[in-house]
């Protein structure tokens, strides 16, 4: 040491640079890595391990555990099931001590990879050599009226019909043969997911191949409003309310936007109304029974209701099955009927949850490499199987009944006699002993202990108002309800499963 305890001139740098020991453990411990990973590849091979560890893992060292993060949850059950103890056993080795081996999500892998994890089933089918695939029909000039740079790609012949859906689907086919003559105006209505775009994209591309016009527009409630605005801010009304109102057909999506939105109200008031003297077509589609719109004009909801309401249902399990079928037959791949029904028993939800099961299990296939069979199905669905499908719980309906009905929960389970608290009491009843297994004197038990034969009672009232499609009324709130049995049925059913 220097006299006055000075230090030499390279221990004075090294002072003066405490990075340089975080870089070189970072050095050691990227090596370290590098050969575990050199290591596992050794002992899985390049295909294995090219698809689950290149691009879908990062290792980290944090004392005595190395982290493996993945990109989600469905590489991470993958890779620790299968490669957990070998890549133990190689850190082991590399490292010259046991280490304990934890996997996470980790949040960089998750957004890199998941628009590609997303695309995986296209990227497999692109790389495939299909043969005999059609040539795409050539895109039509875009003209002044239509907003799409291309042809709707959802085309009525596309659409697999069922019972679900069968009247929706002859109103639309009878309104692209007809417009502006039958059912004028059309109202759709159904949960999310089910196919209401579906018919309006494809009742504008039929009536514009079949008619030869360009005065056809699908648009969601939410531009029509965007450009409204817009055209106050710009002072260009004039040219607003003549873009719209010279159109031949109007199919406007998502109507349930206006609520609450009075100006855009009125201004689509006068534009259907520009429709109806002209006898043009309009074509709508909600998520919900036109009675059933929060915040919609009075005016508006009788223009509604006074043409042809139309409602589709959750797919049953045959129509599921044609859906998986035609949908795998548009990505250009053929998968046998034992997968496809595998999926329809267990995925009973929209059609948009049997496309994402679909690819599902055709990425599964092509990241492990292996033909779609029953098995792999099986493999790739696992999670969801093992789940089971949920079935809905009693308090889910007692829940959604409050809600549609406007009244507290503990009315509904209570004893009152009032009929604002028996109509909701009586539907809930009915609905419990519709979608659950539970026997009378369990749904009077869970409704604060009543006997059996109230609950028997309310269901046959339920019954005899369906039988008879009688109209029913209530009050939620100050504001006045009412719609036919079958439909205040439907409408609840649709919420339990939204």
């Known amino acids: 040491m220097r ?53 879908s893992t990062h290792l980290s060292l944090d004392r005595n555990t190395l982290n493996v993060g993945v990109p989600n949850l469905f590489v991470c059950d993958y890779v620790e099931s299968r490669y957990a103890t070998t890549i133990a056993r190689v850190a082991a080795r590399q490292l010259g001590a046991e280490v304990a081996v934890q996997f996470q999500i980790d949040p960089q892998l998750f957004r890199e990879r998941r628009r590609s994890q997303l695309n995986a089933g296209k990227e497999f089918l692109a790389a495939q050599d299909i043969k005999d695939t059609p040539k795409p029909r050539p895109k039509p000039a875009r003209t002044s009226h239509d907003d799409s740079r291309q042809e709707p790609p959802l085309t009525l012949e596309r659409f697999v019909v069922g019972d679900c859906n069968r009247i929706a689907y002859a109103a639309a086919l009878e309104v692209a043969r007809n417009p502006g003559k039958a059912f004028n105006p059309l109202f759709i209505h159904s949960s999310c997911g089910l196919g209401k775009t579906h018919l309006l994209q494809g009742i504008v591309h039929a009536v514009r191949q079949r008619f030869q016009t360009p005065r056809v527009l699908y ?13 106050i801010k710009t002072r260009s009304l004039d040219a607003f ?6 159109l031949d057909l109007l199919a406007i999506d998502d109507i349930h936007f206006l609520a609450g939105k009075d100006a855009t109200q009125g201004e689509f008031l006068h534009t259907f109304n520009a429709f109806d003297l002209a006898n043009r077509q309009v074509v709508m589609a909600s998520d919900c029974h036109p009675k059933m719109l929060n915040e919609i004009q009075d005016p508006l909801v009788n223009r509604f209701v006074a043409g042809m309401i139309a409602r589709m249902s959750s797919p049953d399990r045959n129509t599921r099955v044609e859906i998986l079928r035609h949908k795998a037959a548009q990505m250009g791949t053929r998968i046998a009927d034992d997968v496809l029904t595998l999926l329809a028993q267990h995925v009973a939800g929209s059609v948009r949850e049997l496309e994402g099961a679909l690819i599902r299990v055709v990425a599964y296939a092509s990241l492990d490499k292996r033909p779609i069979t029953l098995s792999l199905a099986q493999e790739a669905m696992a999670e969801h199987i093992s789940a089971g499908e949920s079935r809905i719980h009693l308090d889910t309906i007692i829940d959604t009944a409050c809600r549609f009905f406007g009244v507290p929960k503990s009315e509904i389970i209570g004893r009152r006699r009032t009929r604002s608290f028996t109509l909701p009491r009586q539907f809930a009843m009915y609905l419990m002993r519709q979608l659950t297994p539970l026997s009378f004197p369990e749904i009077g038990r869970h409704m604060g202990g009543k006997n059996h034969t109230t609950v028997i009672a309310a269901c046959r009232r339920v019954e005899k108002m369906l039988q008879d499609n009688q109209q029913v009324t209530w009050h939620d709130g100050a504001i006045k309800q009412q719609m036919t049995a079958t439909d205040l049925v439907h409408a609840l059913e649709d919420r339990l499963r939204s």
């Open 3 to 55: 006299k006055g305890g000075a230090f030499p001139l390279g221990l004075r740098r090294f002072r003066a640079q405490p990075q340089y020991v975080e870089n070189l453990v970072t050095r050691v411990q990227q090596e370290l890595i590098a050969g575990i990973l050199d290591q596992v590849q050794q002992e899985l091979g390049a295909a294995s391990f090219n698809v689950w560890f290149k691009d």
């Open 219 to 231: 648009i969601t409630a939410e531009q029509f409003t965007n450009r409204y605005i817009m055209a």
């Open 241 to 246: 309310r003549h873009r719209f109102r010279s």
